[in-house]
């Protein structure tokens, strides 16, 4: 199956810095998420992006399907940034969905 | 209105016991999961049901028997839960019209003792 590996695993900032999310996965997929889990456990969609690139606030995200990597951007980060990141991506319906190891990140005050 | 709803949010229980872990949504989604995070956070998929059928089906102890009676709803039985049992349960759902895009419960704590 599917190999997902993220980078950094761990991460600390200042609050109002900026930070790189990197995500590699081993083969071609249809289907790319990334997620934010809270420091209460929720898991919060943030992006689905196969491929190409979207923002929303002050987060953006891209993928290069052909070169197997997507990268999650994060400006002017606050406190409430805090908490695990993940993606997941499947090659294809019926197959599992498989989840990085995720980047822990402490935005502090 | 809740989108992907689990039920208990915490369960705490003895090994040996049987419980179920219920999850709903109202999202008209087709395809149901159920994940399973470790201690460690690691996130993976256990089950998959499309229209009430099995469709994944990843190694997990035959302890562990989901049920999908409709296509909102997918519960999880467990039987004689063990020690390694305790962890956090995620339901999602997905639509394939939407790429399968992933979205998921707020999770049940699992405390095994």
């Known amino acids: 199956g599917i190999q997902v590996e993220q980078s950094p695993p761990d991460l600390i900032l200042q609050e109002g810095a900026n930070s790189t999310l990197r995500c590699n996965f081993s083969?071609?997929?249809?289907?790319l998420q990334w997620f934010h889990q809270n420091p209460w456990g929720q898991l919060i969609n943030l992006f689905y992006i196969p491929s190409g690139t979207k923002q929303n606030g002050r987060l953006s995200a891209t993928t290069v399907a052909t070169e197997r990597y997507s990268l999650l951007y994060i400006s002017s980060s606050q406190t409430t940034d805090s908490g695990v990141y993940f993606c997941a991506a499947v090659r294809s319906y019926g197959q599992n969905f498989v989840f990085g190891p995720g980047t822990r990140l402490s935005v502090l005050p | 209105d809740t989108a992907v709803s689990q039920t208990p949010k915490y369960l705490v229980t003895q090994m040996g016991n049987d419980k179920s872990i219920k999850c709903e949504q109202n999202l008209g989604h087709d395809t149901m999961y159920w994940y399973k995070q470790d201690s460690k956070k690691f996130l993976k998929i256990m089950f998959s049901?499309?229209?009430?059928?099995?469709?994944i089906n990843e190694t997990v102890p035959n302890r562990f028997s989901p049920k999908s009676p409709d296509k909102a709803h997918l519960n999880l039985h467990i039987n004689s839960l063990e020690l390694g049992d305790s962890a956090v349960y995620f339901c999602?759902?997905?639509?394939?019209?939407?790429?399968?895009?992933?979205?998921f419960g707020p999770g049940t704590r699992l405390t095994v003792t």
């Open positions: 049901y499309n229209n009430k059928e099995l469709i």
């Open positions: 999602a759902s997905s639509h394939p019209e939407r790429g399968y895009e992933q979205y």
């Open positions: 083969d071609s997929v249809n289907n």
